[in-house]
């Protein structure tokens, strides 16, 4: 497609519940990120994956969140026993270039609430 | 806690006055980027400076580097009622970290 896609748009949950979001980057893009927006808030890294690089996790804040990239291009960020702390927005964005970091492009988030 | 942190947190003004945000870091950076979100949606690349250049125009933009403070400004001029939205600075840490560290934004409300 044109642009960064995710899905779902909008995730109602209950606590306790897992839930699966879905980031479709730009065509022939190699890098993957997921941020995290809490409401009014800034954005917060959770994981990147480049190529065939390990992915830096270093931002993944519990063992309740994992994330693949299958195929070097769809990424799935999977959160287990999902807490009311987890309502966010869940940005994902991805960059062509490679070495040095430039422009990042990002999709519309899912927006996800645990009830 | 955010490396880029922006000031001020909200911004009101009038259509056409200039509209003045800045941001400061506390790392070595390799450049730094600032973005816009509108409310509800994704977030959209607006200009890069490089940590070896002081000032960069685009359009309306102009962006500056003073890497000796680890400040950016970003001025948008003659503002309009459509640039009301959130503004971020990102950062592109030169420590190894290869993902760019978003500040906590500030809030835009141009007035028509």
């Known amino acids: 497609g044109a642009g960064v896609s995710q899905s779902p748009s909008n995730k109602v949950t209950e606590k306790g519940k897992d839930v699966e979001l879905r980031c479709d980057p730009i065509?022939?893009?190699?890098?993957l990120y997921w941020y995290r927006q809490s409401l009014g808030q800034g954005l917060e890294f959770l994981i990147y994956?480049?190529?065939?690089?390990?992915?830096?996790k270093s931002g993944l804040p519990s063992d309740r969140f994992s994330a693949e990239r299958t195929g070097g291009s769809v990424s799935t960020l999977t959160i287990q026993r999902t807490q009311q702390e987890d309502s966010a927005v869940y940005l994902c964005?991805?960059?062509?270039?490679?070495?040095?970091?430039?422009?990042?492009?990002f999709g519309e988030g899912s927006r996800l609430t645990v009830l | 806690s955010q490396q880029g942190e922006e000031d001020p947190q909200a911004l009101s003004i009038q259509e056409g006055e200039n509209a003045t945000m800045n941001c400061s870091y506390k790392?070595?950076?390799?450049?730094l980027q600032w973005y816009r979100q509108n409310s509800g949606r994704g977030l959209v690349h607006l200009i890069l400076?490089?940590?070896?250049?002081r000032e960069k125009h685009s359009g309306r933009l102009r962006v500056t580097l003073d890497t000796s403070k680890k400040s950016s400004s970003l001025l948008i001029t003659a503002s309009r009622a459509a640039d009301t939205a959130s503004y971020f600075c990102?950062?592109?840490?030169?420590?190894?970290?290869?993902?760019?560290?978003f500040g906590s934004g500030t809030r835009l409300q141009v007035q028509p």
């Open positions: 964005a991805s960059r062509g270039t490679t070495g040095r970091t430039g422009e990042l492009f």
């Open positions: 065509s022939g893009h190699t890098a």
């Open positions: 994956f480049q190529g065939n690089s390990a992915p830096d």
């Open positions: 790392t070595s950076i390799n450049n």
């Open positions: 400076i490089r940590s070896n250049e």
């Open positions: 990102a950062t592109d840490e030169n420590t190894g970290r290869r993902a760019l560290t």
